[in-house]
Structure formats: C-alpha cells, structure tokens
C-alpha cells in the first residue's frame, strides 16, 4: 500500500465528516446518496466517497444497505472495493458477498489484506474454494496463510498477523532504525520489534518508545526484555486475551511448539475476542447459540429449539410437582393462584445470585480462596431478603384471601424458596465449573428447576400438612 | 522511575516463574510462602518475591490473602508497595487498605503512579481526604489531577493520563528523537506522539513506527495524520470505548472543549472500560447492581432488594389473572397442574429474544434499517417454536389428563404466548431504547410480566370459553 493510500484510509470521506448520526446509526441522507450512486453506477462517486471509508464504515454501510444494493457496490467497486471491510460485517453477509466474488477476485483482493484479515475471510470459505484461491496467492503468502490456518478455529494462531519485525540481539539501535526506514516489507501497523536467533528462536522484544528513547550505539539486547508473556499458537484467544488483560499489553509474540516466533497477537483482535466472549456469556445464560442478527427466522428459530426443549421437561418436573397435591387445591383454590409467585421469586432471586457467579467465575475473580466466603454470603442474603419478602407476601396474603395461616405458610416457603435460590445459584455453577462444565450454558436450566421445584414442593406441602393438622 | 526499577517490573519474581495455576487461581505455595514471611516479618524475602510482581499480580495476591494478611503486607512493604496494584483489587479491598495508609503516605505513593492511576484512587476517597492529599503535592501535578478529578465520573477526563509527548509540526523526525532520547519527563509507554500549536491546540498525531520509518529531515506535519478521533474529556468512557473499537486505535488525544489537548486515552484503559460495560450489561439483565465480590451480605442483600420488589409486584399481577379464573380451576384441577408450563415456555423465549435484542442495542448493530426485519424475524421464530411445542406439549397434556380437548387448548394457548414472547421481547427494549432508557435494566421485567399475563390469561380463559360450550 503506497503512502498516498494509507493517509486517505486514515482520514474521512471528504465533504461527509462523519456518515453516523449521534445515537451511532448510518446518516439517513448518506445511505439516500448511496442508494443513488448505486442506482445510477455512478462508479465515480462511489470511489470517492464510499471507496474511502475507514473499513469499519464501510462494513455499517454494508450492514445497513440492502442485499440487492450490497452486491451491486461490490460489483461497482470492483478492485477499489476493500475486503477488510467483511471482516467488520455479520457472518451471513460476509458470506453473501463472497459468494458473489470469483476466486480469482478474491485472491487478487486477499494479497492487499494483513494475514489475520485474510484468515478471518478464509476461515469461513468451504474447503474447495479455499484451496483454490489459496493455489493462486504467491509462495510464500501462501505458506504463511496456511500455517495459520492449521491451528485449531478460536486459537491464538488463527487471529496472529503474520507479518513483523524481528532483528538479531547485536545489532544496534541504530542498525534497527535503519533498518525500518529502508525496508518495505514491514507490517503497517507495530508496536513492538522481536528479537530472534537464527532459528527465529524469540529472545526477547523490544518497545518502539524504548527504541526511540536510546541512543544509536546502543546494542538492542541491552534495551530488549525478555518476552515472559509470549503466547503459544495454539492456545486459546479467551486465554489469550486474559493475558492481555492482566498485562496491559499491546501486543504478544505468538510462538511455536519449538518457541519459534511465528507472528503477533494485537490488541485490536483481542479487543474483538474480549467482546466476542462477554457477548457468548450473555447469550449462553439466555440459552441462545451462535445466533447473528442476519441469520434467518427459519434457522433462529431451529437454533433455539434445544433450549426450549430442556425447559419444557423441567417444566413438566414442576408440574408433576403441583399434581401430587391436587386434592389440596381443589379444597383451597387461593393455593393455585399463590403458587407461581413462591416460584418466580425464588427464580429471579436464583437468576441473580447465579449471574453474579457465572460472571465472576469468567473474569476469574471466584476462585478457591474466596468460594467459601461467598457461598456463605449468599446464603446469608437468601435469608435476610426471603424473610423480608416471606413478611411482604405473608401479609399481603393474608389479607388477600382472608386467612392468617395462609400468610404464614406462604412465608414460610418463601423463606425456604430464597434459600434453594442462593445456594442453587451459587453451588450449580461452581459445580459445573469443577466439571470442566461451561456454567454460564447449563445453570440457568439447573437454578430454575430447582426454584420452580422447591418453591411448588415448599408452598403446597407445608400447605398440605399445616391444613390437615388445623 | 528509573531504568533498572523499569526491568524489574517487567520480569517476573525470581524463582517463581509463574504465580498461577493452571486455572488462573494465585498458587497456594506461594500464597503459603508469602504467608509464612507475614507471619515471621520477612521484609526482606516480601521485598524481593513480592514487590517486584506485577501490579496485577500483586492485585490478585491481595485478594488471596486474609484481610490481617493483606493489612501486614502492605505495612511491612511500606514505600516498596506499588500503589498501582490496588487499581487491580475489589472496591471494598482497595478503601480497606486505603484507610490504613495515611494521606501522607498516600500523596508520597500517588507521585510515582501515572496520573490516570492516580485518578482512580483519589476518585474513590472522601472529600476531605482528597484534599488534603492534593495539597501535599507538586504543584503540577495537583493542578493535572484535580482537572481530571473535575471531569464527571466515567468520562474520558477521569481515565485519561495527562502525561503525553507532543511536538511542534515544524520539528524535524531528527529534532523529536533526540527530544525523545534526552528528555526524562516522558511517560512511560506511549504509542504515538501529538502535534499542536502553541496554544496547545491538537494538530495532529504521529504513530511512532511512522516517526522510526522516515529519515531524520523529514517535518513531522509532513507525516503526522489529522486526528479524526480526537476524544472530548467529557464524554462518557462508554462512547470513547466505542470510538476506539470501531477505528482499532491504541490511543487517542483527549481534548477540552476548545479543542486543546489535555491528555491521552490509551486501550488499557479501554479495554477494561468495555469488560466493565459488558459484565454492566449481563448484571443489569438479570437486575444484580453494581455489588463487587468483596461486599458484605447485608449491602449485596439490599442492593437486590428493588428489582425483587418490582418482580413481586408483577408476580401478584399474575397471580390476580389466575384469580378471575378460579372457578374453572376448581371444577378442572388440571388447569392448575398446567398453567405454570405455559408461563415458564414463554418466558424463556420471550428471554431469548430480549437478550439478542439488548445485545445488539448494546453494539450498535440494531438500528433503524434492520429493525422491521428482526421484528418480522422474531415474530416468525415465535410462530414456528410456537407450533413446534404446541404440538409436543398438547399430545404430553392429551395423554397425560386423557383429555384431548385439553390438549388442543394447552396449545392454542401455546401458540398465542410464544408469539407475545417473540413480540415483547424484541419491541420492550426497543422501546425503553427509543425512550432512553437503558433497555438492560428494565427488559426483563416488562417481558416476563407479559409472558406471564398473557400466558395465564391465555390457557384459563380459552379453557373457561371452550369447556363452557363443550
């Protein structure tokens, strides 16, 4: 990429200094000009002004145009199109694009991109178009494209850059300056050099501001550190991106089986895996899958048939539950239309204990030096809040249907209810942690079984003997 | 700070390579160890294994420890304990070991820290503490973090570092290296340097492997870029955070409301502003406020308190449905033994679809271009699973009762709340969004107040109408 280029990536499409309105959508008046310039091929404008977009815009333009619009700015765009831009997009219209490219096309577009980008493309191609567009790109690309591409999906390996700089420990400051002045193979963007033996064996690395801040004559293993935070290939980019947390790092050699540097993780991708990571944990406490808001409404909906599935039969559980005490209702209709709030307010009660859980396991801040402290704090809020709502509902009870002793059951199971709720919220997912279990995926299911479980059994059994003895 | 104390936070305690165990807990030998030389006033051994950790390191074995621990640790460290770690522990820790420094102590400590370290302690202090702990400070450096302190909370002012290297645009490369190789003011770790006026205005920025990549005579302003991305210090961290994801920057100029540079944001900080945002999200959701690990049952068992309020009252709004129908319940027990699987399948699914649709407002990839289509979509997913396990749920009730009238109803019922889940649970949070409200908070309330009504109201009253006319 020539200078020219990279100082018109860097600035915004001129006369439009900004294309998002203040609560962060695509302007309205923008995607208008688009929609005509497309209607029109005016190819002209549309080098001008969408060509030039920071990829990140161009991928919400993408996103926000329609399908027919969308292939059609490729199609015009052509070679000025910037493929970096489908890695900023949802997976159906990365796939939707590329499907409209030839291979050809999309080997020529992938020599342009840094390695990691052009992996984040390759990853999803189905192995024969792959191959075949991989046959086209030089040696060497092709090699090191590959190489990433064998480590295992989600790794370390897959998300690198390839490409870096790395000098030998006895050459000088100076050497080193001169060296990135006059080479034109750098990567674009670095923070960092490495410093390597012959076999690119990784010794060390070195920070530009240290390489700026020491004189000429310096020797660079004078200045270097020795890299402790160096990333294995294949380990995985959660890991990975923790390591960048706890260290405030920029950037990490990522290195071989042998220790050998075989590219470098940036902060860029792993601010990428980070949100990736805290959005799977939302959505797996919610029991939705890998979902995109592109995917289709016949695809979502098969993708979260399973949960709903687990759901029904614990469901069935509670209700079984209730069908052991029909005679109990059937003489005091008030217990039927008590009976779901004893449940509900045990299962927000777990939901809250058991998120703070999952999350805190996540983030690592739950470990074997504090789980006995929590488990008993939680207990202890279950208590003190199931008997602050255990007076609430008791009283209102009470009132409702006019029977004292109804109040004191229902608080009684309350109480009970809340603490099932915090020791299930707690206990479940420090279990299927020690499982190897993933908790924010199952708990939910195991937490509101129990709350339903023990809020049905708690509420009509104590109903059940209270009123038979009275 | 010098040279050498820079290497040694860099390295890792001799002798104990790593202070983890595989799963990321701090090791118990070393917790055993560090213990041990508490307990026998070792300060030389705690000088020369613990100092020297990482910030966050030293931040996760203060959490390890026992609170009479933690206290004698930093005691016998005295001025070898590195504040900064304590930008890594819990609120409650860091107040804790706070209020056993005095404010000389702390003022002494808080001139090594970066400002923006600085900030984050002094901003949890009282008032008067605060003060009195500016006062015994540099006079720049009192004036540098009082006006980050005067920037409200969560904004860009309160996290940035005020320390930053600019230049003018008419020095040479040459002339900023050799500023940079003499002058011992600079930060510690940069990515980039500014250029501006000599009002302090923002001119521009230089990524430093640009600067390393040109010949000495060649004018900054020749190949500094214009900052499009200039942060205003008053804008809520939330938004800068955004900035840098989208753009894949490193570090940002933070500028005042004339356009005057005042500091820098840098992805650290970034990075742990978008974990906090995204663990904010997850919490809220399930209605946990901002309790931390290390607070006290009572505080965790108030601050939950309100959302389990709202949710009673919905529960009572619920329950009163089942009421209008008590007479069929009598007269069908099965209803009663029924009704909760209905409510329970809905409100799972309206949590799916709520949970998607939060997290997409949450990164701007909801807006109002896709909006009617996911509206579409979800409402088609609500359909399909509500004939799917209307179906499955209708022959179970069919069998199970012997009442294939029954049956048929449990999934007419079925149908119509799976649709109000899918409907609620994508319009409730665009809604509270379009209201500017914060969809995460409230969502889940509204979404399973609807399922359950409707879900209630649904099966007893088709039940009442078509047993009463069978």
Known sequence: MTETAKEADRSPAPGLEDIYTEDGSVRQDFLALVGAAIAD??????????AKLHESELGDLLEALLPEQRLALVHLLGDDFDLTALTEVDEAIRLEIVDQLSNAQ????????DSDDAVYILEDLDHEDREDILAQLPFTERVRLRRALDYPESSAGRRMQSEFVAVPPFWTVGQTIDYMREDDGLPERFTQIFVIDPTFKLLGSVDLDRILRAKRQVRIEDIMHETTHSIAADMDQEEAAQIFEQYDLLSAAVVDENDRLVGVLTIDDVVDVITEEADEDIRRLAGVGDEELSDSAVSTARSRVPWLLVNLVTAFCSASIIGLFDASIEKMIALAVLMPIVA??????GTQTMTVTVRALATKDLDIYNAARIVRREAGVGLMNGVVFAILLGIVAAFWFGNPQLGGVIGAAMIINMMAAALGGILVPLLLDKLKA???IASSVFVTMITDCVGFFAFL???????SIH
Request: aromatic share 12%.
């Open 41 to 50: 091929r005016d190819v002209l404008f549309l080098r001008q002004k969408v």
């Open 106 to 113: 999309i080997a020529a577009a992938i020599g342009d991109l």
């Open 344 to 349: 509900s307010m045990g299962g927000n009660a």
């Open 438 to 440: 993933d908790p924010a």
């Open 461 to 467: 059994g104590l109903a059940t003997w209270w009123f």
